[in-house]
Each structure stands twice: as C-alpha cells, then as structure tokens.
C-alpha cells in the first residue's frame, strides 16, 4: 500500500512569485485535504477535494487554489506568494465520510523570502 | 470560531515516566482526534473517539471523550525516547465534518 507523497518537500521562492505543490494520496482514497502549519502552531485547513471538485474551504484567501485529478492526486497553488505564506504544507488523503482519520504526507516546506 | 486549548504546552519527563495531557474547548465537539507529530514528518493518527465517556487504549496510549464533549486527555504510560514528538488534539467544526479543526501541540521531551 503506497502511502501519501509530496513533491518538492523543500522550497524557497520570493514575495510575488507562484508555487505548486503536487500531492498523491494513498492508495484507495479519493478524499484530499491540504493544511498550512506554520512554526510552533497546529494546522490550520485550507480545503479539500473529493471526485475533482472542492468540497469545502477554510479561511485562506482565493490566491490559495487547488485541483484534483481523476487519479485522486492533487495540487496547491499559491499565487502572489507573501512572506506569511512561509510554512510547512501538509497534504491528506481519507475515505470519504472518515474526513477525521487522516493520512498525512510529509509536507513541503515552503520559505518566502 | 472554535478553538481546542491544549495544556501543558510542553513537558519534560524521565523514561519510564507516565505522562498525561488534555484537550478543552468553550464548544462540543463530536469526534475527538489525538495525532502525534515527528519532526520532519506529518501527523499521525493515533486514537480517534466517537462517543462521549469513551475510553480507547492503543499500546500503552489511552485517551477519553469527556463526557460534556468538551474535552479529551491522552494518557502514555511508562514512556520511552520514541515517544517524543508533539501530540495534537483535533476535531470536526462545527460547520462542516471535512474541516478539522486543531490544537497547538503538547511538545513532549524525554530528559536523557
């Protein structure tokens, strides 16, 4: 059973710029959530994707955006980057209806210079 | 909007040591999550709890839904070096069950 990947795990960018982060989720899960942990806090939900579309959303602007595909993958993108974006970008994948037990990847750590 | 209060923020212990720690909120929450958090890794599932006055063990780990579903506590008993990490409490919003909502963290140290 392959578990959660993300790519890149590590990455620096300026003020302004745009990043995509990629995630696959694990295997047999069509439920992907991502979360922004910044230092020494809790994560904090961005949104979730089930069968392609968005199917709810935290409290982070429309510069955040995402997609899924059919294969259950997905992506952040981070427009007009701003240097409180600095954070650690976790990516989850969950049955549907068991949106509590999550399977997380390791995280891109992104820094905004 | 709802927030989970964890305490203590970190706390330093001696190997063999039991340790303990809670999850409180001003609202209800229906399911409540414990995850533990490594460095340079994302969380992982440790215990989930669905019904209020459950008690749920998992190896030497025990957590508890208080009963007025306003608090949790997470229970390690004789601990050792791999349990250190931080340990995060969780649960649904209110608003949606896709979003869960988090704690900051109870950073656990094992003094050598």
């Known amino acids: 059973e392959t578990g959660v990947t993300q790519s890149p795990t590590h990455l620096i960018k300026t003020r302004g710029q745009q990043v995509t982060l990629r995630c696959s989720s694990q295997?047999?899960?069509?439920?992907v959530s991502w979360y922004q942990q910044a230092l020494g806090q809790g994560p904090q939900f961005i949104f979730q994707?089930?069968?392609?579309?968005?199917?709810g959303r935290g409290n982070f602007p429309p510069r955040f955006s995402g997609l899924q595909f059919p294969n259950y993958s997905s992506e952040l993108n981070v427009n007009a980057l701003e240097l409180d974006d600095s954070a650690l970008y976790l990516c989850?994948?969950?049955?549907?209806?068991?949106?509590?037990?999550?399977?997380f990847g390791e995280g891109s750590r992104l820094t905004v210079l | 909007g709802q927030q989970l209060n964890q305490s203590p923020q970190s706390m330093f212990i001696q190997e063999g040591e039991d340790v303990s720690m809670n999850c409180t909120s001003s609202?209800?929450?229906?399911?409540w999550l414990w995850y533990k958090q490594e460095p340079g890794e994302g969380p992982v599932l440790l215990i989930a709890?669905?019904?209020a006055g459950e008690l749920t063990s998992n190896g030497r780990l025990t957590a508890q839904f208080g009963i007025t579903r306003k608090d949790s506590f997470l229970n390690i008993s004789a601990s050792i070096p791999s349990d250190v990490g931080i340990y995060f409490c969780?649960?649904?919003?209110?608003?949606?069950?896709?979003?869960?909502?988090w704690g900051a963290g109870t950073k656990l140290i094992i003094k050598p």
């Open positions: 989850a994948s969950s049955l549907p209806h068991r949106t509590g037990e999550l399977f």
């Open positions: 295997s047999g899960h069509n439920t």
């Open positions: 609202s209800i929450f229906n399911t």
């Open positions: 994707y089930y069968r392609e579309e968005e199917n």
């Open positions: 969780a649960g649904p919003g209110m608003d949606s069950n896709y979003q869960l909502i």
């Open positions: 709890l669905y019904k």
